[in-house]
């Protein structure tokens, strides 16, 4: 499995489950997708998302997700220091623990999900 349009389509249906999650999970106004759900896209991209190893669908998958962990553990605590620094320092508000855990949330779904759909889009070239 390791053709190159099977990649591609891997890589659509995981672009695809980014976007549905994305668009359905974290709208933050029901008119789009939570703004910081896009940032995280970007932030993965700059840290390396898609550079992963493997060269079948199914390696490709396995890496991205098991070769992704210290990056993923990387976005957790800038996820949790950066959110707790904005809304406790900056903005005087009390600790906002559902608020925490959404933005951990969006951080993880997005990055593992962009790193899966770059890293069977990059292989596929």
């Not at 009390?94 to 990059?122: C, P, Q």
Request: with cysteine; glycine share 12%.
């Amino acid at each position: 499995m390791d053709n190159k349009y099977v990649l591609m389509i891997m890589g659509s249906i995981s672009l695809v489950i980014w976007f549905f999650v994305g668009v359905t999970y974290f709208a933050g106004d029901m008119g789009g997708m939570h703004p910081d759900y896009w940032l995280v896209a970007i932030l993965a991209t700059a840290l390396g998302a898609g550079s992963t190893g493997g060269t079948c669908a199914m390696s490709i998958a396995v890496e991205g997700v098991k070769g992704y962990i210290n990056t993923l553990i990387m976005l957790v605590i800038v996820a949790l220091v950066g959110h707790n620094v904005i809304a406790l320092g900056l903005r005087g508000e009390a600790f906002d623990m559902m608020g925490t855990l959404l933005i951990v949330e969006i951080f993880v779904v997005s990055s593992l999900f962009w790193n899966l759909t770059v890293s069977y889009l990059k292989k596929a070239l």
